[in-house]
């Protein structure tokens, strides 16, 4: 039976709303003064869609939502960097809570419960679908007109090849989940563009890390859904050669000594910061000030190499050290609930598309071993996203609960 991308006509203006919003992203960099204050277009659109959408829910019951445990979470994790707000009073720190975790993790609750009143999943893996071929079309383009970085790597409009990997990958995910969901032959044939063309993408960017994440969510993917040992153990053995063979490709440069590469960086940055966490574990430092704090230290260590990226390059790190102890705590803990509740949704449902978007969550998660894909307003509110793409609805939940 097909399933209408819009059920009914008084749905078309919210779902109107989740459109603009959901194709805005790519524009986060893009900002305007209201009051001497600078405001993304994207937290713009974010603020015009809670207050839209707050207006929609106000007068519908509360206490069946205030007593679910993924809506505690998601406030817990709001609630967890306010100690670093009051202890680093700064403006700069302040816009980052508003427009990275704020607004974002507010956004992401409303449409979990507008995706819960009206089953709207089929429509935001549409929005994602058609969000995933203009960005990486455009790329594209650019790529042909030789829009690259010096080491000929491509970033499009991202501030850098990997950021524009990071956006692109979890689309992989949902566009093959979308093509398994749908019955629209058009869709279908709009899934398979998407997922060449963020392929490629993701193929000139040259990012080892998010392929990587790729290539281990689609291994565990695999392993849920193929249950012959054979065939797994077939998977495993391409998944190693694939890896090597990447690897291979991203270290094989005469012009750079194993020991002064990116990864070589990444693991200063990592020692370093872990010193630095230990000064102040329960509540971090200021959010988004790394780089002030890491280069502050650089006479306590050995000389940092001179393409140090000043990035904690570990979501995990960078919540610790923004944070603290609790923020971390609370992001792990709901990071854990989600994986719990979206597994159970297929176990219960049984139903493929499901652990795909489960497999672009765990993109997004092992992204985050090597990289920050939760520090951006763009890259946070795509993570809310897909979290709401894979939570399970209220009364599904308390089925979860019973089992």
């Known amino acids: 039976m097909k399933i209408p991308l819009?059920?009914?006509?008084?749905?078309?203006?919210?779902?109107?709303?989740?459109?603009l919003t959901i194709l805005v992203i790519p524009f986060y960099q893009l900002r305007f003064f209201v009051f001497n204050i600078s405001i993304s277009i994207l937290s713009f659109f974010l603020l015009l869609f809670c207050t839209f959408f707050y207006f929609i829910f106000h007068n519908t019951s509360q206490k069946k939502i205030s007593k679910n445990i993924f809506f505690i979470f998601c406030i817990l994790f709001i609630f967890s960097f306010i100690p670093s707000l009051f202890l680093y009073p700064n403006t700069h720190a302040f816009g980052v809570f508003i427009e990275w975790i704020f607004l974002p993790t507010i956004s992401g609750l409303l449409l979990w419960y507008y995706g819960f009143k009206k089953n709207s999943h089929n429509f935001i893996l549409f929005c994602l679908l058609l969000l995933s071929l203009s960005v990486s079309i455009a790329s594209l383009l650019l790529f042909i007109e030789n829009f690259v970085t010096y080491d000929h790597r491509l970033s499009a409009f991202f501030l850098s090849p990997n950021h524009l990997a990071m956006f692109i990958a979890p689309f992989l995910f949902t566009n093959i989940a979308f093509f398994i969901k749908t019955s629209y032959k058009i869709f279908k044939v709009l899934c398979v563009i998407a997922i060449f063309s963020c392929a490629s993408t993701l193929f000139f960017t040259q990012s080892f890390s998010t392929i990587f994440a790729i290539c281990a969510s689609f291994f565990i993917i695999f392993s849920i859904l193929i249950k012959k040992k054979k065939v797994f153990i077939l998977l495993t053995t391409l998944l190693l050669i694939t890896l090597c063979s990447l690897a291979f490709l991203k270290f094989d440069n005469s012009n750079i000594i194993f020991e002064r590469n990116s990864f070589s960086s990444r693991i200063m940055i990592w020692n370093t910061s872990l010193h630095l966490i230990q000064k102040n574990p329960?509540?971090?430092?200021?959010?988004?000030?790394?780089?002030?704090?890491?280069?502050?230290?650089?006479?306590?260590?050995?000389?940092?190499?001179?393409?140090?990226?000043?990035?904690?390059h570990n979501i995990f790190l960078n919540l610790l050290i923004s944070g603290g102890f609790f923020a971390l705590f609370s992001f792990c803990t709901l990071c854990a609930y989600i994986l719990y509740s979206g597994y159970m949704f297929y176990i219960q449902n049984k139903k493929p598309y499901i652990i795909f978007i489960y497999g672009s969550f765990l993109t997004i998660l092992f992204c985050g071993l090597f990289d920050t894909p939760f520090w951006k307003n763009d890259l946070s509110i795509i993570f809310w996203i897909i979290t709401v793409l894979i939570m399970p609805t209220l009364s599904q939940n308390q089925v979860i609960k019973k089992e």
């Open 6 to 19: 819009v059920h009914k006509t008084n749905n078309f203006f919210p779902q109107i709303v989740i459109l």
């Open 282 to 312: 329960l509540f971090g430092y200021e959010i988004d000030n790394f780089q002030t704090i890491y280069l502050n230290a650089q006479p306590l260590y050995t000389p940092y190499l001179e393409w140090a990226v000043p990035t904690p």
